[in-house]
């Protein structure tokens, strides 16, 4: 398999943006005054794009967030018992029994087992973040609304 083996199979499309992904790979490198010169290097970068292009082929790809994210974080939590979702801050207040609140050295949101006497951001998950609970082992989509589970 020769170092051009993925980009010899990219079909018209997929050829142009993997030459304009290496170009513009290559011009942020000179412009930032980093070496950028030799042919192999930049084949390699461009057999890698060309690579990562033919692979996502199979993969169907990520469904799109739903377009009601206004005030939703830009970055998923881990939730106690749910995984990684998109969330909502409420406010910080003293959470209630149920409620859940983002804590940790490690930022996580956990659920108040009873009503709190110390202020916390209050959040709620909206939107899971990955493919699979880590917990229940059950499988939902990027992008499925959460159903907060009941306390047990």
Not at 12 to 32: F, N, P
Not at 83 to 93: D, E, N, P, S
Not at 101 to 106: D, E, L, M, T
Request: hydrophobic share 40%; glycine share 8%; charged share 20%.
């Amino acid at each position: 398999m020769g170092i051009h083996h993925h980009y010899a199979t990219l079909l018209g499309e997929e050829l142009a943006a993997c030459d304009a992904a290496a170009q513009a790979v290559m011009d942020t490198l000179r412009a930032a005054n980093l070496p950028a010169d030799g042919a192999d290097p930049a084949e390699r970068m461009t057999e890698a794009i060309a690579r990562f292009i033919v692979e996502s082929r199979d993969r169907p790809m990520p469904r799109p967030l739903p377009p009601s994210l206004e005030n939703v974080e830009p970055v998923p939590l881990h939730f106690e018992h749910m995984g990684m979702c998109y969330y909502r801050v409420l406010g910080t207040r003293c959470p209630r029994k149920g409620e859940y609140y983002r804590s940790g050295a490690v930022v996580a949101a956990y659920r108040a087992g009873a009503d709190m006497h110390h202020p916390y951001s209050v959040v709620v998950p909206v939107y899971h973040a990955v493919r699979k609970n880590p917990v229940t082992g059950d499988a939902f989509r990027r992008g499925d609304a959460v159903t907060v589970p009941a306390r047990g």
